[in-house]
C-alpha cells in the first residue's frame, strides 16, 4: 500500500456496525413461531411435525420455565398454539421427544418445589447458570401426565436427549461429584459414565449414526480457574463463560476437542451428514453480548458463520430430515431481552465456497518468502511472482487476458528520490489478470497488488538505512493477493453460475504509484462487459485485538452502506470510509466512474519495513476478511443496478504541501480524541524526542490536532529546523515534548 503517496481519506463515519441484518445463506423462509418471553431449547419430534421447547412467559402465565409442544401442521401460529405439557411446577429444562413420538423427556424441580427456584445472580460480572440439584429427568406423554421417573439420584440430572436409533438416552449429572456426561438404555437401566475430565461436560446431543456425541465443556486448567470451578459447583452453579466443543464415542473414547476458539462455544448439534457440527458461539465478540451460530467440520476445519442477525441465536437443533433448522434468537424482537423461536428451511451451501486457510497460507507464505525477495516491479522476482500468479489463474480455468497469456505488461518512470521529481528511471512491470466469464451482462473486478518493495532499490522503506534489506511485505499485500487467489477458487469452483462476470486482477507497479492498475483502469470499460464495481484488498493481514476494519469507496455508490452492513462479519468493528480515493489501487477505478469498495485492516510499525513477515500475519482476520468479501460480491452480483457517485471528500479533501516529517506512521481513521499513532519510524523527530506507539497527539505548537487532516494541515504551516512542542496523551496520561522538526 503506497501511503506515502497519497492520503488516505477517512473523515467518514467511524461506524463500528453492531449486530446487522445477515445474508444468511444456508437459511430460507424463516418464520417467527413465539411471540414474546423467552423461549428456548425448541426440538424435532422423530416424525418433524412439532416441537417441544421451553418458555417463559409472565404474560402468558409461566412466570418459570416450562415445556410446551408446538404442533408445526397448524395453518396459523400464534401464542395459542403452544400447549403445555409439564407440570406447571418447579422450574423445567432441555425436553426431548422419545422414539415412539408419544412421549417426552425433561428434566424438572418439581418434586424438592414447587415454587421457582430464583436465578443466581451475577458474581464479579460473571454470568451464573444454576445447576439445580432438585432436577430429575421425567417421561411425559403429550397431555402432561407423567408416567416415569427415569432418575432418582441425590444431585444435578438433566440435559437429557434420546439417541436417533432409540436405543440409549445420554444425559448430565453430579452424581460423581463432577458435571459429566452419563448414558443409559432408554428404558433408563444400564447406567454408564462416559465423560471424567473435571469441568462442566453437558448440552449432549448424538451424531445422526447414533455412535457418537457431541457436548460442551468448560475444563479449567489453571489452578486459579479450578478452584473457582469447584467452589462454584458446591454452591451449584457454574460460569459458563469458557467452554469448548467436544466429541467422542457414546462409550467415551475417542475424546476430541472441536473448537480451540476461547470464550463461550456451546448449543452443538450434528449436520444430518455427520460430518459437521452446528453450535452457537460468542469467541467473535469484542464487546458485549454476541452470540451467532457457526458450523465446523468434525475435524474443527472450516468454521463458517450461519447467523448474522440480532445478538442472540442459539440452540439450532435439524429436523430428522434434515430439511429444516429450528434455532433461538433475539431477532424480531417486540420487547427488549426478548427471545422467540424461529425455523427455517435449510439450505447446504457449496464446500467449494468455503474458505480454505491452508490455501490462503501457502500463498502468503510463498509471496512473502526471502526467496522473491520483496516483489519490486521490474525485478526478476517480479517476474517469478507473476509467473506462480499465471498459474494458480490458469489451473481455475480462468481466461488469459490476451490470447494465451495472463500478463498485462506496462511501462513507466519510477521516481527514486521522493523529494526529487527529475531522478528518474525507466522500468516495467507486470500486471496479472484471469476472467471468469459467466456469460452475464455486467462484470466486476476484484484486485490486489502483489508488487512490494524489493530490497528498498525505490526508495519507498520507512525504516532507516534499510537498503539492501529484503521487505518482504506478507501484509502488504501478499495477504490481499491471497484473498483474491482465493475468491477466484470460490467463484470458479462452486456450482453457482453468478449474475455476473469476474476480473481477477493482480497489479504490480503499486508502490510506485498505483501504476499497475491504472494500465488496466484505463481500458477495462471497453475491455470487459459493463464493468460495474471494483473490490480492493490491500492489506487485510494484520487485524488487531478490537478487529477494526476499514471499508472504503462507501459513499461511490448509494447502495453499499447498507450491503456492507448487511454482510459484516460477526464482532468486526467497521469503519466506513466514504471516499473512492485512497492510497491504494481501487483509486484508478474510481477516477474511471466505476463504483469502489476497498478493505484495510490497518497500518503498524512494520509497515514499509523488512519486518512486515509471514509469521505476524493474522490468518483469522484474512479468512473472515475474504469471507466477507465473498459475501459482498455475491450480493453485488445480485444487484440489478449499482448506481456510481462522486464523492464530495474527492474535492473538499485536497493534500495539503509540507516540507517537514514528523516520522510516524498515523492511524487514519477518525477516532475524534487526536492523531493515534500506529508506528514510529527510528531516527526521526518523534522516535527522538520520546513519542511511541500508541501515543495520541492532541496539539502541535498552536494547532490543535483533531485527525489526520488537521495534523497534515498543520505539518504545511511547519518550516524545517522549527522546534515546537508537541501535546499527546498516554495511557490516559497528558505528555508534552519538544520536538524539532
Known sequence: MKIKSYLLTLVSLAFAISFSFAQERNLKNIKKLTFGGDNAEAYFSPDSKSLTLQV??????????????LDLQEKEINQQSLKRISTGQGRTTCSYYMPDGKHILYASTHEG???????PKPRDGKYLWAVYPEFDIYMADLKGT?????????????EAVVSPDGKKIAFTSTRSGDLELWTMDIDGSNLKQITNGLGYDGGSFFSPDSKKLVFRSSRPKTEEAIVEYKQLLSENVVAPTEMEIYTCNVD???????????????APFFHPSGKKIIFSSNHHATRGYDFQLYMIDINGDNLRQITFESEFNAFPMFSPDGKKLVFSSNRQQEKARETNVFIADWVDTDENEYVNQSELKKHISYLAS??????????????????????QLKSLGLKPFEKDSYIQNFDYKVRLNPHDSLDTKANSGRNVIGYLDNKASKTIVIGAHY?????????????????????????????????????????????????????????SGEEDGLIGSKKLAETIKTKYPNVVAML?????????????????????????????????????????????????????????????????????????????????????????????????????????????????????????????????????????????????????PAQLAGIKEGDI???????????????????????????????????GEVKTVTVKF
Not at 114 to 119: G, I, L, N, S
Not at 252 to 266: E, F, M, P, S, V
Not at 370 to 391: F, H, M, P, Q, V
Open 56 to 69: 417463559t412467559n409472565t404474560a402468558f402465565g409461566v412466570p418459570c420455565d416450562q415445556i410446551f409442544m
Open 451 to 507: 508488487d512490494h518493495l524489493g530490497l528498498n532499490e525505490h526508495n519507498n522503506s520507512t525504516q532507516p538505512n534499510s537498503k539492501g534489506q529484503i521487505h518482504n511485505g506478507a501484509d502488504d499485500n501478499a495477504s490481499g493477493v491471497a484473498a483474491v487467489l482465493e475468491l477466484a477458487r470460490m467463484f470458479a469452483k462452486n456450482k453457482t453460475v453468478e449474475n455476473a462476470n469476474y476480473v481477477f486482477a493482480l497489479f
Open 697 to 731: 497527539i492532541t496539539k502541535i505548537g498552536t494547532c490543535d490536532i483533531k485527525e489526520v487532516y488537521s495534523y497534515m494541515e498543520c505539518l504545511a504551516k511547519i518550516t524545517a529546523g522549527e522546534e515546537l512542542p508537541v501535546t499527546f496523551k498516554r495511557n
Open 146 to 158: 407423567i408416567v416415569k421417573k427415569l432418575t432418582d439420584s441425590p444431585g444435578y440430572d438433566a
Open 113 to 119: 418445589n414447587v415454587a421457582c427456584p430464583a436465578p
Open 370 to 391: 526471502d526467496e522473491l525477495k520483496g516483489r519490486l516491479t521490474g525485478s526478476k522476482e517480479e517476474k517469478i511472482a507473476s509467473d506462480y500468479l499465471s498459474k
Open 252 to 266: 467415551g473414547t475417542d475424546l476430541k476437542q472441536i473448537t480451540h476458539l476461547g470464550k463461550a462455544n456451546w
Open 536 to 684: 480492493n484488498m490491500d492489506m487485510i493481514g494484520r487485524l488487531n485485538d478490537k478487529k477494526e476494519l476499514t471499508v472504503g469507496g462507501v459513499g461511490t455508490s448509494p447502495i453499499f452502506p447498507n450491503l456492507v452492513e448487511r454482510n459484516k462479519t460477526a464482532g468486526f468493528n467497521v469503519t466506513l470510509d466514504q471516499s473512492g480515493v485512497g492510497p491504494s489501487d481501487h483509486t484508478s477505478f474510481y477516477l474511471k466512474d466505476i463504483p469502489v469498495l476497498f478493505l484495510f485492516t490497518g497500518t503498524h510499525s512494520d509497515y514499509h519495513k523488512p519486518s512486515d513477515d509471514e509469521d505476524k500475519i493474522n490468518y483469522y482476520g484474512v479468512k473472515n476478511c475474504t469471507e466477507f468479501a465473498f459475501r459482498i460480491v455475491n450480493e453485488l452480483s445480485d444487484q440489478t443496478a449499482i448506481e456510481f457517485t462522486k464523492t464530495k471528500m474527492n474535492t473538499e479533501k485536497t493534500r495539503p504541501k509540507y516540507k517537514v516529517t514528523l516520522g510516524v506512521m498515523p492511524d487514519y481513521t477518525d477516532h475524534g480524541d487526536g492523531l493515534h499513532i500506529d508506528g514510529v519510524t527510528d531516527g526521526r
